[in-house]
């Protein structure tokens, strides 16, 4: 069973469109979080939302916006998208409370904007 | 916030010989350090981690060490295989993670 995925795999579109990215977690986590690696493979964290509480990477764009239907669903929006935001896009997931912390990734999601 | 060092950027070793990856620490609150191996085209998966209450610890040929009082912490992979081919990374927080920057480690058969 997948414990972490996301759809699209691969996101193709043009500069200034909308698009959205879907996560879900079976795995029954508190936790979940969006991550952006860079064609340099350097991960990191855009958003991290926890028992509705939503903590925003501050160098993150106001045109990315996680929304979180139920606590298995976190997806990401983007607004306006620009040539920069070409990248893949990880969804994670992780037990807070009572821990053990470990961040299950799903697949990624390869964004090319042209 | 919390930053994350990783060396080396790159690391090329030959089949059998040992592999290690060093990463240094900003935040003393940070309490959690997991490695993640990840394939090209695939998700960072974990392969060990370690908490603040520990100084070493091992699963068959993979060790990481932590010291605390130096705010470094060290992977070390004995024994490599061609598969151990990947890009490496730590990470250290607690629920939130800040990752290095990457090591790519290959193998030479």
């Known amino acids: 069973d997948t414990a972490v995925s996301q759809t699209p795999k691969y996101l193709v579109t043009q500069m200034g469109n909308d698009k959205s990215i879907k996560c879900e977690q079976n795995?029954?986590?508190?936790?979940m979080y969006w991550y952006k690696q860079d064609s340099k493979k350097f991960l990191k964290i855009m958003f991290s939302?926890?028992?509705?509480?939503?903590?925003i990477n501050e160098t993150v764009p106001n045109r990315f916006s996680p929304k979180s239907p139920d606590k298995a669903h976190l997806n990401l929006h983007i607004n306006s998208l620009e040539l920069g935001d070409s990248a893949v896009y990880f969804c994670?997931?992780?037990?807070?409370?009572?821990?053990?912390?470990?961040?299950?990734f799903g697949p990624g999601t390869r964004l090319t904007v042209l | 916030g919390e930053n994350v060092e990783q060396h080396p950027s790159t690391l090329s070793v030959q089949e059998g010989d040992s592999a290690v990856i060093k990463c240094t620490y900003s935040?003393?609150?940070?309490?959690?350090f997991p490695w993640y191996k990840q394939e090209l085209g695939k998700r960072p998966q974990l392969i060990i981690d370690?908490?603040?209450?520990?100084g070493e610890k091992k699963d068959q040929r993979i060790a990481v060490t932590l010291n605390k009082t130096a705010k470094h912490f060290s992977l070390h992979i004995t024994e490599t295989q061609p598969e151990d081919s990947a890009v490496y990374f730590c990470?250290?927080?607690?629920?939130?993670?800040?990752f290095g920057s990457g090591t790519q480690l290959t193998v030479l058969p």
């Open positions: 990470a250290a927080g607690g629920w939130q993670l800040t």
């Open positions: 994670a997931s992780s037990q807070v409370a009572g821990g053990p912390y470990e961040q299950f």
């Open positions: 935040d003393s609150a940070s309490n959690y």
């Open positions: 939302y926890n028992n509705k509480e939503l903590i």
């Open positions: 795995l029954g986590h508190d936790t």
């Open positions: 370690i908490r603040s209450n520990v």
